[in-house]
């Protein structure tokens, strides 16, 4: 079974202060991992995907990188509209379908 | 603009009465998913369509039912069999190999 786990569950940080957050996962046959932001009473809002191990992503203060076994999501230099819970999800071909498996979030202050 | 609406916002239900969740899209995506979110856990998948005419039963399909006439609705019922309706239910939508698109969710709450 296709399983993801996010840590932590929250992260609270100062304005400035550098981190990261971790996806871990086990499926069979990556077809894609995808990180979200979600905003409180939102949508998903669609981060970056990543397909094979070694790669890395970036967009402002966020860079986004895959294992076989896990993705890091660094924040470097935070600010306060950084505040969101993050997503991970993977896809696998499993049945057949594009189904995605959603990890639990981490849900990130940033405080100013 | 192309994208996912989903309404209403926020929506009612009395205990025994089935509710409609619409959801459409214009981006021209083939497969269209429901998910539920529940407060301190991930998305799960209740129902998903590739295609116009079919459709699965995902993670948690028990008390809800979908329907997909037409490739730009996927609209969700939420029966009177479904015993913990209260939550957020997002809709997404997947071309080919791209990313899913979420709508802004509906946000339902049995009185």
């Known amino acids: 079974e296709d399983q993801v786990t996010q840590s932590p569950e929250a992260l609270r940080l100062q304005e400035g202060e550098s981190s990261s957050l971790n996806c871990s996962y086990t499926v069979s046959g990556l077809r894609g991992l995808f990180w979200y932001r979600q905003d409180p009473g939102k949508g998903p809002e669609f981060l970056f995907t990543?397909?094979?191990a070694g790669e890395e992503k970036e967009k402002e203060r966020l860079k986004a990188t895959l294992t076989k076994k896990e993705s890091f999501l660094h924040i470097t230099a935070p600010k306060p509209e950084d505040s969101a819970t993050y997503l991970c999800a993977v896809q696998s071909p499993r049945g057949g379908a594009q189904k995605l498996v959603f990890g639990q979030g981490t849900r990130l202050t940033i405080n100013p | 603009d192309g994208g996912i609406t989903q309404s209403p916002k926020y929506l009612f239900r009395k205990e025994g009465q089935n509710v409609t969740l619409s959801c459409e899209q214009n981006l021209n995506h083939d497969a269209m998913y429901w998910y539920r979110q529940d407060p301190g856990q991930g998305l799960r998948l209740i129902y998903y369509s590739q295609i116009v005419n079919d459709f699965q039963k995902g993670d948690i399909a028990e008390g809800y039912s979908v329907s997909r006439e037409k490739k730009e609705s996927f609209p969700l019922t939420v029966t009177s069999a479904q015993k913990n309706p209260t939550a957020f239910y997002l809709c997404?939508?997947?071309?080919?190999?791209?990313?899913?698109?979420f709508g802004q969710g509906t946000r339902l709450t049995v009185v």
């Open positions: 997404a939508s997947t071309g080919l190999n791209t990313e899913a698109f």
């Open positions: 990543l397909y094979s």
